[in-house]
């Protein structure tokens, strides 16, 4: 019987970030992906963009697809659900995987996150191309990493209902995933880019709050690692998914 891997993707992005991954694991694997509140047929609507409402989806997922384990790979803030609901439900989750994870530890990326929360007194669009800048800085006038993820983020942001991102920012600065994180005993694979500096800046202490974490980066990548190389990251992916089969093979 096939395993089940289920895709989650980050924020002003949509369930095809997965497409090519969905492709390569659809042989071995029953793949599934969906779009998070506000980023599908629903995008520009208001919605309840609560942290209880995004797990409460994946939840829905599982159910209607008649899921009873699957391995969880979350892009960017989707790891927020995706480590909720491991908590939540452990015996529903294979493993994990962090594409661009990140939590709330003392941070450069958390310190941006502070700023653009105390300043939300300008238009939205003003307000997002500067905070877009914020979060993909430039490393130096060549670095297309961030000119990429600064002009996708801001375009499909631009899509979503105005308080989608910023209840993203109030989640991040309030809810305690970094004690979620230190909970969990499945096997986890956590991802950056080379070149997502900003984010890594909230993972100091990653090997402390979860000593039996893989990490991996991929070179000339940003923030969106699996997009920007996407042959690589499923080399990745795909390696620690088979070494966690032959571990659970062995024990029983």
């Known amino acids: 019987m096939k395993e089940n891997i289920i ?51 994946l939840e829905e997922l599982y159910e209607n697809k008649g899921i009873d384990e699957a391995h969880l790979c979350a892009l ?24 661009g994870g990140h939590y709330n530890f003392p941070s450069r990326l958390f310190e941006v996150f502070m700023h653009y929360w105390d300043n939300l007194d300008e238009d939205y669009s003003t307000w997002l191309k500067k905070y877009t800048n914020a979060i993909y800085p430039k490393g130096n006038v060549f670095d297309h990493y961030s000119t990429l993820s600064q002009k996708i983020y801001y375009k499909y942001g631009l899509e979503l209902e105005e308080s989608i991102l ?24 956590w ?35 699996n997009l920007y190389r996407p042959n690589c990251f499923k080399d990745m992916y795909e390696e620690f998914l088979v070494q966690h089969q ?6 029983y």
């Open 7 to 57: 895709f989650i993707h980050g924020l002003t992005g949509n369930q095809r970030a997965f497409n090519k991954q969905m492709n390569y694991f659809k042989g071995k694997y029953n793949t599934y992906s969906y779009n998070l509140l506000g980023h599908g047929d629903d995008r520009g609507q208001q919605v309840d963009f609560s942290l209880d409402k995004l797990v409460q989806q």
């Open 76 to 99: 960017s803030f989707g790891c927020y659900p995706g480590t909720i609901f491991a908590t939540k439900w452990k015996y529903k989750v294979s493993s994990l995987c962090f594409i």
């Open 166 to 189: 910023l209840r993203a920012i109030e989640h991040r600065l309030e809810y305690d995933l970094r004690s979620d994180l230190r909970k969990l005993e499945v096997p986890i694979l």
């Open 191 to 225: 991802v950056m880019g080379e070149h997502d500096y900003l984010y890594k800046s909230s993972l100091k202490e990653l090997n402390k709050d979860i000593p039996h974490v893989i990490y991996r980066e991929i070179k000339y990548a940003g923030h969106a690692a």
């Open 246 to 251: 032959q571990e659970k093979t062995h024990t």
